[in-house]
């Protein structure tokens, strides 16, 4: 079989190359692992890594769109509501049930999951490929994210227990925003100059976007490798974590519906909540863990993110598919 018809049936099943590259930095971190002065340069690059890839993201994002996607205020609170209520409640009623077969640092990983915004890319991706509204998508992703880099902080603060050893330092806070939202507004003010060339070479653009995802899972596992996370995880216990993450997914997937129906969306906007009120930032969501959790061993807490991150995109993949299908379909009819 080649490998082009190789990488066509795994993307049947929701696997793309990107997602095969996250599965393999993790092999590659457990065979190898950044030590010593090499993880200290490692975490240094990825800092800067992770400032660039929030400078492009302020960079690409057009304010035109966001002020046409805030019309749709149902949309807009819809994900907003699923993202930061739905999902740490959900979150929170999951971490005993994890407790029970986990370790105590994958429950937090649950709450963590809970308390993180929508992913940006993917979701439009998927909404885009579902005929779905891609302006009120990007309006919600983007939102979701620039409320995300104070409320998830606080949100995660109010709902660890004390006692965890996962407190949440005041000064966290504003490390996230030199990070994250820093870099993201002085992409915005670059936007007139940038935006022509990052819509002509798009490719540069998402080399930064998922090389910089890979570098901080990279870090990440290499340290959880030196720390022995693997004799600490099991393979039924990753069995076990796997379902609870589906389960999760499901739940917010069909609240999801359930919300957009009542709200009477038609199929544009359902689609756009859907994807993004279901799913869950891994660009976000590292970096911060890395803040949140400095000098502590992150990589139990990230894993249940790692997990749910990769089911999110395969069964989403698949929707999107399915979806682009009846499209079709009806086109042809």
């Known amino acids: 079989m080649s490998l082009r018809r190789a990488e066509a049936v795994l993307a049947r099943f929701g696997f793309d190359r990107y997602m095969l590259m996250l599965v393999l930095t993790v092999v590659l971190a457990t065979v190898l692992p950044a030590r010593g002065a090499g993880a200290a340069i490692l975490s240094h690059v990825t800092y800067w890594v992770i400032a660039l890839l929030f400078f492009l993201y302020g960079a690409k994002l057009s304010t035109a769109t966001i002020v046409a996607g805030l019309a749709n205020w149902r949309l807009q609170l819809s994900v907003l509501a699923l993202t930061f209520l739905l999902f740490p409640v959900l979150a929170l009623a999951l971490k005993p049930l994890s407790l029970i077969w986990l370790p105590t640092a994958i429950g937090v990983g649950f709450l963590y999951i809970g308390c993180l915004p929508s992913t940006v890319q993917s979701s439009i991706a998927f909404t885009a490929v579902s005929g779905g509204n891609v302006a009120g998508a990007v309006c919600a992703a983007s939102i979701s ?165 990769l089911l999110q995109l395969a069964v989403c993949a698949v929707i999107s598919q399915r979806m682009a299908g009846r499209l079709d379909l009806r086109a042809a009819q």
């Open 145 to 309: 994210n620039l409320i995300g880099v104070v409320l998830s902080p606080l949100l995660f603060a109010l709902l660890i227990p004390q006692g965890t050893g996962y407190g949440i330092e005041p000064s966290a806070i504003w490390k996230i925003v030199q990070q994250i939202l820093l870099p993201f507004a002085a992409g915005q003010l670059c936007r007139p100059l940038l935006a022509g060339w990052l819509a002509r070479y798009r490719r540069p653009a998402m080399i930064v976007d998922r090389g910089s995802i890979l570098l901080i899972v990279y870090a990440a596992f290499s340290a959880g490798v030196v720390n022995g996370i693997w004799q600490v995880i099991s393979g039924p216990s990753l069995a076990v974590l796997v379902a609870l993450c589906l389960a999760l997914l499901a739940a917010v997937m069909g609240a999801a519906v359930m919300i957009a129906r009542m709200a009477g969306m038609g199929h544009a906007d359902l689609m756009a909540v859907l994807y993004c009120g279901s799913t869950k930032s891994l660009a976000t969501g590292l970096p911060m863990a890395g803040i949140l959790f400095a000098g502590q061993d992150i990589s139990l807490v990230i894993l249940p993110l790692m997990v749910f991150h």
